[in-house]
């Protein structure tokens, strides 16, 4: 059974602050590959990033960065100098290779409030 | 815009009703996802088609239904409706039915039964 945890039920912090979601994931699978998705307050669900399970490369984009970690199971992002557009659900999302074709396990969000 | 477009935005109904809610993919994507969002349960897969072939079912209920058709859009069909159903249903694509490709929501068909 694969699982997402993400501890942070809700962050709040100060415009330009850094910020960084967490992100703990359970698999037996060897090949799976790690999702983040943002959910802003109008509801749609907007994809943000896509990890293999081997390919352990940090990215960055922009103000975003991900730190993927296979030995703590850890897939976390990272927003430098928030912005109030930042406010949002922030999900993070698992799947396997193989037979699980694609079907996305979800943490249960991150709700992030960035005040000017 | 993610290219995915779901109707009706909205829904509202009554217990005991039957709904459609439909999903058209992005131009070219074979497979379809349907997902349930609620504050209980949070995001839960439902199933997956790809190509007009069912291939992936989750925690989806015996009184939920989907196809897929050869133009490939989806439907979900929901029956004998209960206040618990009461949902955000998303339906995502992707270009094929494997793991490495990632999923582009639509906007969401918001479902409350009264």
């Known amino acids: 059974a694969q699982k997402v945890t993400q501890a942070q039920t809700e962050i709040s912090v100060v415009e330009k602050e850094d910020v960084t979601l967490d992100c703990v994931y359970e698999t037996r699978d060897t090949t799976y590959y790690l999702f983040w998705y943002k959910q802003p307050p109008s509801g749609e669900l907007v994809f943000l990033i896509r990890?293999?399970?081997?390919?352990?490369q940090n990215e960055i984009s922009g103000r975003y960065s991900w730190n993927f970690q296979k030995s703590t199971s850890s897939f976390n992002f990272t927003i430098t100098a928030s912005q109030v557009v930042d406010s949002a659900v922030y999900f993070c999302a698992l799947t396997a290779g193989g037979t699980s074709y694609g079907k996305l396990t979800f943490g249960q969000g991150t709700i992030l409030t960035v005040h000017p | 815009d993610s290219g995915v477009t779901q109707t009706p935005k909205h829904l509202i109904t009554a217990t005991g009703q039957r709904v459609t809610l439909r999903c058209s993919p992005r131009?070219?994507?074979?497979?379809v996802y349907w997902y349930q969002q609620s504050l209980d349960q949070g995001l839960q897969f439902l199933i997956q088609y790809y190509n007009g072939e069912e291939r992936a079912k989750g925690n989806i209920l015996e009184r939920f239904s989907a196809q897929q058709f050869p133009d490939l859009h989806s439907e979900l069909n929901l029956s004998s409706l209960e206040l618990g159903d009461s949902a955000l249903y998303f339906c995502?694509?992707?270009?094929?039915?494997?793991?490495?490709?990632?999923?582009?929501f639509g906007p969401g068909t918001r479902l409350t039964v009264t």
């Open positions: 131009s070219g994507d074979l497979s």
């Open positions: 990890r293999n399970s081997f390919d352990e």
């Open positions: 995502a694509s992707s270009p094929f039915g494997e793991s490495s490709y990632e999923q582009y």
